[in-house]
């Protein structure tokens, strides 16, 4: 086998400094079908909030490739295959978001959704359709059957799928870190990368090969995690940045079938020059009464003439299993019933009618610590000198956690198994101070939120 980690090009990275390609890397890099990735941003809707978070799907790929063989070449160091799964990492890493639409995850919520009606992720399904295409194919065959990354990305490969994807995964650690640079929130991205990566090693649980982390960077991560946790809360989920991505979603859906999205996806040779850059340009250039609608949602985003937040809710996972629902259900019920249909029948009371329908958004379920994630990726914490309890080495985070009382005396065990969803209710502009006004006469008196409108968080 060829030497696969001889290097023939370098990038310059704001995050890695200098991160160097092999052949095969650099070839994939050059096809136009990834090139694509230069104009899909990696957080879309953010960017109406912290104006400098614009950097790409692109960066981010190569920043996984990186950090996924810095993972395999610690973990895999004593293997005499060490060099090959470097490469295969790297290769997993660099392919692993290639499936993206414009806008990101917004493409998948409105066109992927129909594109694969089935898959909760549709980019994913799409990058698998990519890889496997004759744009890809040709050139991983070189070196790898495609089929091996995919095990790699749906899990079916148990060591190699927590380095990339699992909860300090080679992605999340990119992104994490990433993110927080350009978005200006460093103070929650920093991550102790090479600590952590430094750290980790394949370890015996129950008798089956799994990645471990040293019991002594518990800190680290544990810091890493809380950190992760108000990213997403700040950032990711930030009101207006949820606002931008409303107005996105309603622009895709308006301009989905006038041009032809669904079509062009399925068409490989013309989703390569489907992205952010191209897509704005035709629904401002084309002259159609069916994307009117369309363009009236793209100038609302580009004159950053969103909706605003006018009441918030915390709903916690474990009052939706009491009542046997989802939690996604018990947050559209929950803002139906404690907000929506009250602001809209004292406005008809009163003569105070709304312009425009209000919006309803719920988050991802969130968590401090979710240590389940661990669990569900093959990941333990190892600890070889008997520091947690006598009688095995590999540890669950949670019990890890549990017995560390310095950790335990602040973040008790609820603290960190806790999900919940923020659910939020969005009023357009011109509606927005009538519906404040119906709620100030009408907020039950328990209600002791304020005017989320009015906070800058």
Same mark, same amino acid.
């Given at each position: 086998?060829?030497?696969?980690?001889?290097?023939?090009?370098?990038?310059?990275?704001?995050?890695?400094?200098?991160?160097?390609?092999?052949?095969?890397?650099?070839?994939?890099?050059?096809?136009?079908?990834?090139?694509?990735?230069?104009?899909?941003?990696?957080?879309?809707?953010?960017?109406?909030?912290?104006?400098?978070?614009?950097?790409?799907?692109?960066?981010?790929?190569?920043?996984?490739?990186?950090?996924?063989?810095?993972?395999?070449?610690?973990?895999?160091?004593?293997?005499?295959?060490?060099?090959?799964?470097?490469?295969?990492?790297?290769?997993?890493?660099?392919?692993?978001?290639?499936?993206?639409?414009?806008?990101?995850?917004?493409?998948?919520?409105?066109?992927?959704?129909?594109?694969?009606?089935?898959?909760?992720?549709?980019?994913?399904?799409?990058?698998?359709?990519?890889?496997?295409?004759?744009?890809?194919?040709?050139?991983?065959?070189?070196?790898?059957?495609?089929?091996?990354?995919?095990?790699?990305?749906?899990?079916?490969?148990?060591?190699?799928?927590?380095?990339?994807?699992?909860?300090?995964?080679?992605?999340?650690?990119?992104?994490?870190?990433?993110?927080?640079?350009?978005?200006?929130?460093?103070?929650?991205?920093?991550?102790?990368?090479?600590?952590?990566?430094?750290?980790?090693?394949?370890?015996?649980?129950? *008798?089956?090969?799994?990645?471990?982390?040293?019991?002594?960077?518990?800190?680290?991560?544990?810091?890493?995690?809380?950190?992760?946790?108000?990213?997403?809360?700040?950032?990711?989920?930030?009101?207006?940045?949820?606002?931008?991505?409303?107005?996105?979603?309603?622009?895709?859906?308006?301009?989905?079938?006038?041009?032809?999205?669904?079509?062009?996806?399925?068409?490989?040779?013309?989703?390569?020059?489907?992205?952010?850059?191209?897509?704005?340009?035709?629904?401002?250039?084309?002259?159609?009464?069916?994307?009117?609608?369309?363009?009236?949602?793209?100038?609302?985003?580009?004159?950053?003439?969103?909706?605003?937040?006018?009441?918030?809710?915390?709903?916690?996972?474990?009052?939706?299993?009491?009542?046997?629902?989802?939690?996604?259900?018990?947050?559209?019920?929950?803002?139906?019933?404690?907000?929506?249909?009250?602001?809209?029948?004292?406005?008809?009371?009163?003569?105070? !009618?709304?312009?425009?329908?209000?919006?309803?958004?719920?988050?991802?379920?969130?968590?401090?610590? !979710?240590?389940?994630?661990?669990?569900?990726?093959?990941?333990?914490?190892?600890?070889?000198?008997?520091?947690?309890?006598? *009688?095995?080495?590999?540890?669950?985070?949670?019990?890890?956690?549990?017995?560390?009382?310095?950790?335990?005396?602040?973040?008790?065990?609820?603290?960190?198994?806790?999900?919940?969803?923020?659910?939020?209710?969005?009023?357009?502009?011109?509606?927005?101070?009538?519906?404040?006004?119906?709620?100030? !006469?009408?907020?039950?008196?328990?209600?002791?939120?304020?005017?989320?409108?009015?906070?800058?968080?």
């Amino acid at each position: 086998m060829k030497d696969v980690l001889s290097f023939v090009r370098t990038i310059r990275d704001p995050i890695y400094d200098e991160v160097r390609l092999t052949e095969i890397e650099n070839k994939i890099i050059d096809t136009p079908i990834f090139q694509r990735l230069r104009w899909i941003s990696q957080l879309s809707g953010v960017r109406e909030v912290y104006p400098s978070a614009v950097h790409t799907r692109f960066t981010h790929s190569v920043g996984v490739m990186y950090l996924a063989g810095r993972y395999a070449q610690e973990v895999f160091k004593y293997h005499d295959d060490v060099t090959e799964k470097i490469q295969v990492a790297r290769l997993a890493g660099l392919l692993h978001d290639i499936g993206h639409g414009p806008f990101s995850h917004t493409y998948d919520d409105v066109v992927f959704k129909r594109v694969y009606p089935k898959e909760a992720h549709g980019h994913d399904k799409h990058r698998d359709k990519i890889v496997k295409s004759e744009f890809i194919k040709p050139l991983l065959e070189e070196f790898i059957n495609p089929e091996e990354l995919m095990k790699i990305w749906d899990g079916r490969s148990e060591l190699l799928h927590p380095l990339l994807q699992g909860a300090l995964g080679a992605d999340r650690l990119d992104f994490m870190l990433r993110d927080s640079t350009f978005a200006g929130t460093l103070h929650f991205g920093i991550i102790a990368i090479n600590r952590i990566i430094n750290n980790t090693t394949i370890q015996q649980h129950q *008798g089956k090969d799994a990645i471990h982390y040293n019991w002594k960077v518990l800190d680290d991560i544990y810091s890493s995690l809380i950190g992760r946790f108000f990213e997403y809360k700040n950032v990711y989920f930030h009101k207006t940045a949820r606002a931008a991505d409303i107005t996105i979603h309603a622009m895709l859906s308006e301009a989905c079938e006038p041009l032809e999205l669904i079509e062009r996806t399925n068409d490989l040779s013309k989703y390569i020059y489907l992205n952010e850059y191209t897509l704005v340009g035709e629904i401002f250039a084309k002259q159609s009464n069916e994307l009117a609608k369309a363009k009236a949602h793209l100038k609302d985003l580009l004159d950053r003439r969103l909706h605003k937040a006018v009441w918030e809710k915390i709903i916690d996972e474990s009052t939706a299993k009491s009542l046997g629902i989802t939690i996604d259900e018990l947050c559209k019920l929950t803002a139906q019933e404690s907000f929506v249909k009250n602001v809209i029948k004292y406005g008809k009371d009163n003569n105070l !009618n709304l312009k425009h329908e209000m919006k309803i958004d719920s988050t991802y379920k969130l968590s401090t610590i !979710n240590e389940l994630e661990f669990q569900t990726s093959n990941i333990y914490i190892y600890d070889p000198y008997n520091r947690i309890s006598s *009688g095995t080495k590999s540890f669950t985070l949670s019990k890890a956690l549990n017995t560390t009382k310095y950790i335990s005396t602040f973040s008790g065990s609820s603290a960190y198994r806790t999900l919940f969803t923020l659910v939020r209710v969005y009023a357009h502009p011109e509606d927005v101070k009538t519906v404040n006004q119906i709620w100030d !006469n009408i907020r039950p008196q328990e209600d002791e939120s304020s005017n989320v409108s009015l906070t800058s968080y």
